[in-house]
T-cell receptor, first 115, second 116 residues
Framework: GDSVTQMEGPVTLSEEAFLTINCTYT??????LFWYVQYPGEGLQLLLK?????DKGSNKGFEATYRKETTSFHLEKGSVQVSDSAVYFC??????????????FGTGTKLQVIP | DTGVSQNPRHKITKRGQNVTFRCDPI?????LYWYRQTLGQGPEFLTY????????KSRLLSDRFSAERPKGSFSTLEIQRTEQGDSAMYLC??????????????FGPGTRLTVT
C-alpha cells in the first residue's frame, strides 16, 4: 500500500537558518504530493503541493520538488522564522477504485525555531 | 466561507458512553472525509462521503463507529461504548471534485476526544 516516510523530529533551528525536512514515499501509481502544516492549537493547513514529476510546489518561502526517480518530496526554506514553528506533514494522494483521493500522511516533523 | 468547522472542539467522556461529533464542510464541497490522529502520528483515514453516500470505510472503523451525511452537507461521527483507545483527535476534511483538480483536502480544527 501507499506510505510516506519523513524524518523524525523535533528539529530545532535558529532564526534565519536553512531548513530541510526529508520525505520519501511509496505508491503504486502517480500520486499527488503535499506538505501540510499544523500550528499549535490549529487544524492542518495545506502548505504546498505538486501533482506530477519535476513539479515544484512553493508557498510562503517554502518549496519542494517532486522527484520521481528518488521518490522524494523534501521540504526546504532558505531562512526560517520563529513563526514557522509547527508540525509539518508530508502526504500523498492517489486515486483508487472508489474514484476518490485518499490522503496518506507521514508521522509529522516538529520544527522549533528559536530567536 | 470560513472553512471546515467541527464541534465540539473538545470532548471528555467516561468509558462506555456514546459520543457524537459534527462536521460542517466548505459549502460547495461534495466530498467529506473523516480521519483520526493520535499523539505523535499523522492522520489516518477513517471514511469518505461523496454527497450523502458513504463510499468507503477503513478497517480502523469498527462497528462501534458510525458516520452519516444525511443531506450531503454536514456529517456526524458517532462512537458507541467508547473505549480508552478511542482517545484521539478526530479530523474532518472536505474537497470538491472537479475535472483536472488535484483533489486537495481542506481540514477542520478537529475534535479532541478524551475517554477516561
Amino acid at each position: 500500500g501507499d506510505s510516506v516516510t519523513q524524518m523524525e523530529g523535533p528539529v530545532t533551528l535558529s532564526e534565519e537558518a536553512f531548513l530541510t525536512i526529508n520525505c520519501t514515499y511509496t505508491a503504486t501509481g502517480y500520486p499527488s504530493l503535499f506538505w501540510y502544516v499544523q500550528y499549535p492549537g490549529e487544524g492542518l493547513q495545506l502548505l504546498l503541493k505538486a501533482t506530477k514529476a519535476d513539479d515544484k510546489g512553493s508557498n510562503k518561502g517554502f518549496e519542494a520538488t517532486y522527484r520521481k526517480e528518488t521518490t522524494s518530496f523534501h521540504l526546504e526554506k532558505g531562512s526560517v522564522q520563529v513563526s514557522d514553528s509547527a508540525v509539518y506533514f508530508c502526504a500523498l494522494s492517489e486515486g483508487n477504485s472508489g474514484g476518490y483521493q485518499k490522503v496518506t500522511f507521514g508521522t509529522g516533523t516538529k520544527l522549533q525555531v528559536i530567536p | 466561507d470560513t472553512g471546515v468547522s467541527q464541534n465540539p472542539r473538545h470532548k471528555i467522556t467516561k468509558r462506555g458512553q456514546n459520543v457524537t461529533f459534527r462536521c460542517d464542510p466548505i459549502s460547495e464541497h461534495n466530498r467529506l472525509y473523516w480521519y483520526r490522529q493520535t499523539l505523535g502520528q499523522g492522520p489516518e483515514f477513517l471514511t469518505y462521503f461523496q454527497n450523502e453516500a458513504q463510499l468507503e470505510k477503513s478497517r480502523l472503523l469498527s462497528d462501534r463507529f458510525s458516520a452519516e451525511r444525511p443531506k450531503g452537507s454536514f456529517s456526524t461521527l458517532e462512537i458507541q461504548r467508547t473505549e480508552q483507545g478511542d482517545s484521539a483527535m478526530y479530523l474532518c476534511a472536505s474537497s470538491l471534485r472537479t475535472t483536472g483538480s488535484s483533489y486537495e483536502q481542506y481540514f477542520g480544527p478537529g475534535t479532541r476526544l478524551t475517554v477516561t
